[in-house]
């Protein structure tokens, strides 16, 4: 198993961007499935988007449009560009990976 620890998260107005990375203590070539999820206060936790090995991806209908989803083997590194953000947006954002678990998880606040 490797280790998940996300970045990027932080206090953004309501239109902007930031841009998520979850880096893996090792490779995440042979991970078949790496995703993000998110959970608001009171909320259960939900898929945001993920990206299989062979690049296909698949987002919640709530993000389509707005967020990009993106892994660079290479780097070991997870990806979650997040445009025109929402209020509704705000929660703790977490990586995953299948067999691996989860990260430890990045705040994401939104103002109106």
């Known amino acids: 198993q490797v280790q998940l620890v996300e970045s990027g998260g932080g206090l953004v107005q309501a239109g902007g961007s930031l841009r998520l990375s979850c880096t893996a203590s090792?490779?995440?070539?042979?991970?078949?499935?790496m995703g993000w999820y998110r959970q608001a206060p009171g909320k259960q936790r939900e898929l945001v988007a993920a990206?299989?090995?062979?690049?296909?991806?698949n987002y919640a209908d709530s993000v389509k449009g707005r967020f990009t989803i993106s892994r660079d083997n290479a780097k070991n590194t997870v990806y979650l560009q997040m445009n025109s953000l929402k209020p509704e947006d705000t929660a703790v954002y977490y990586c995953?990976?299948?067999?691996?678990?989860w990260g430890q998880g990045t705040q994401v606040t939104v103002s109106s």
């Open positions: 995953w990976g299948s067999g691996q678990g």
């Open positions: 090792g490779s995440i070539f042979s991970i078949n499935v």
């Open positions: 990206v299989i090995k062979n690049g296909d991806t």
